[in-house]
């Protein structure tokens, strides 16, 4: 592998960055603070012809590729050690067509841009719960957020994508010109090309929505989770939720007796009729005696944004990973209440993401998503402040996960997927009957695995 500092730019239009540039340290830094890798090469790209430009330079340098949207992904994929990174962060541009319900964003862009275009049009696409995660990793991947009940999952909403592949070549993918390159797109991980436009569906949406936050106390934590479980087996597909057990925030809204002390939240958004929500809700705000109640009707743009004070970007340590539930019977809650007693930072949760809804409905083989038949996935968030704690949080989060798996399906949610570490074996229990599909468009569209990453089906 050459590692030659390019001495000139090869983007037409672009920047390129490298380890003699001062702004190199910026541009390699991602939203985890944990990660510190040392790309070869950092192409910054402002439109497809830099992107092919960018990708050329790489075959002819042979340096494996990284592509980075939103620079979110918790393992650093997005700057891998030694990689040319085609770099979209200046490609943020978002398009609505209001009349046909349709969505345009370009590679780089990140949620909140997409969010505050089309809801100018009362208009959402099912995007995640966190504003700055970037479309393009978060929509390859899934994408599960407060929408995802009501009209599924980023990826079964993606109707049309423009690509570079490996190739250089420039490929639309859509229902109608290369159907299965679409399929590859709903959910299979990337690796097919690099993404410069996507194009959604989207609904009709507020501009408010209700939003059920309830604390409650650790005493009551078992009691909570059965009340949640219950109300699940009936809740309204309007409605997405979580029940996170964790430990609470040093926020005026809670009480300081219980700040940094266990407690499980719920917290749901529903995007239907205000009337019916109330009722639709009442189970969650009616149980117990909470600690704290900040439900509220609000705008959808503002619960977009619900969670970004709570992940500041570059400082915080951050390793997160998931497994689907089966259930959440008696003994999975006790197993769940003991972990967060054994959890060594108070920044870190426990994500019980409710699941079915329209997400459910989709088939297996509908989309490389592949099953969705579970009922909860939960998500494991180690996030935690000094990097001597690295080895304390990181084992808590795989302890979780190893405790857990008796309760899973096996499968875990790529877009949480700690450092990949366990390899071939999780991803083809994730997309089970899909995997060899995949592995057939991996092959067709990146034969000499150009974007070589442990997120993706090899080639
Ligand atoms: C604070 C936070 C909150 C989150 N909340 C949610 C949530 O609510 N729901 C949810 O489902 N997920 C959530 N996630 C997970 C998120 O979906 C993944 O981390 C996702 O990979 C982020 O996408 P990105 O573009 O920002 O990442 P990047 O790190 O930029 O990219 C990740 C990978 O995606 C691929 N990729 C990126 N851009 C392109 C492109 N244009 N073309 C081709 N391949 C590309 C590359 O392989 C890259 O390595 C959250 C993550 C964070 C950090």
Request: proline share 5%; charged share 20%; net charge negative.
């Amino acid at each position: 592998m050459s590692t030659t500092v390019p001495t000139a730019s090869f983007l037409p239009n672009g920047r390129v960055i490298t380890s003699e540039d001062t702004g190199y340290d910026s541009a390699r830094a991602v939203w985890n603070g944990m990660i510190d890798q040392r790309p070869a090469v950092i192409a910054r790209c402002t439109d497809a012809e830099d992107v092919a430009a960018a990708l050329a330079y790489a075959r002819t340098q042979s340096l494996p590729v990284s592509v980075r949207g939103g620079g979110h992904n918790v393992s650093g994929t997005a700057v891998r050690e030694g990689s040319l990174v085609v770099d979209l962060s200046p490609m943020r541009s978002v398009e609505v067509d209001a009349g046909r319900r349709r969505v345009r964003a370009a590679g780089g862009a990140i949620l909140g841009d997409v969010d505050r275009a089309s809801q100018a049009h009362g208009l959402a696409t099912p995007f995640g719960v966190y504003s700055q995660t970037g479309v393009a990793g978060l929509t390859l991947g899934g994408g599960l957020g407060w929408l995802r009940r009501a009209y599924g999952a980023s990826c079964d909403n993606l109707v049309a994508a423009d690509l570079v592949t490996a190739s250089g070549e420039r490929v639309r993918a859509s229902e109608t010109e290369n159907p299965e390159l679409l399929w590859g797109l709903r959910g299979g991980g990337g690796g097919l090309g690099v993404v410069t436009s996507f194009e959604f569906r989207a609904y009709p949406v507020g501009p408010d929505v209700t939003l059920a936050l309830v604390f409650h106390p650790w005493k009551d934590a078992a009691d909570a989770l059965r009340n949640y479980r219950e109300w699940n087996e009936s809740a309204s597909d309007d409605v997405s939720s979580f029940a996170v057990v964790w430990h609470a925030p040093a926020i005026d809204d809670i009480p300081v007796e219980y700040h940094h002390q266990p407690v499980v939240t719920y917290a749901a958004v529903h995007s239907g009729d205000p009337a019916e929500a109330r009722a639709d809700l009442a189970p969650l705000r009616d149980f117990g005696t909470p600690i704290a109640d900040l439900s509220d009707v609000t705008s959808y743009v503002e619960v977009q944004k619900l969670f970004d004070e709570d992940y500041p970007a570059h400082v915080m340590r951050y390793y997160w990973t998931s497994v689907y539930l089966t259930g959440l019977d008696d003994e999975a809650i006790d197993t769940l209440r003991e972990l967060n007693e054994a959890c060594p930072s108070h920044h870190s949760t426990l994500d019980i993401w409710q699941l079915g809804g329209a997400f459910a409905r989709v088939g297996a083989d509908e989309t490389a998503f592949g099953d969705r038949s579970a009922p909860y996935l939960l998500g494991v968030e180690a996030n935690w402040e000094d990097a001597a704690d690295d080895e304390a949080n990181i084992a808590w989060a795989r302890k979780v996960r190893q405790a857990m798996e008796r309760f899973s399906t096996g499968a875990e949610y790529l877009n949480f997927p700690g450092f990949y570490e366990s390899g071939e074996r999780t991803l083809r229990t994730t997309f089970g009957g899909n995997y060899d599909r995949l592995a057939a468009l991996r092959k067709a569209y990146d034969p000499t695995g150009l974007f070589d990453s442990a997120a993706h089906i090899p080639a």
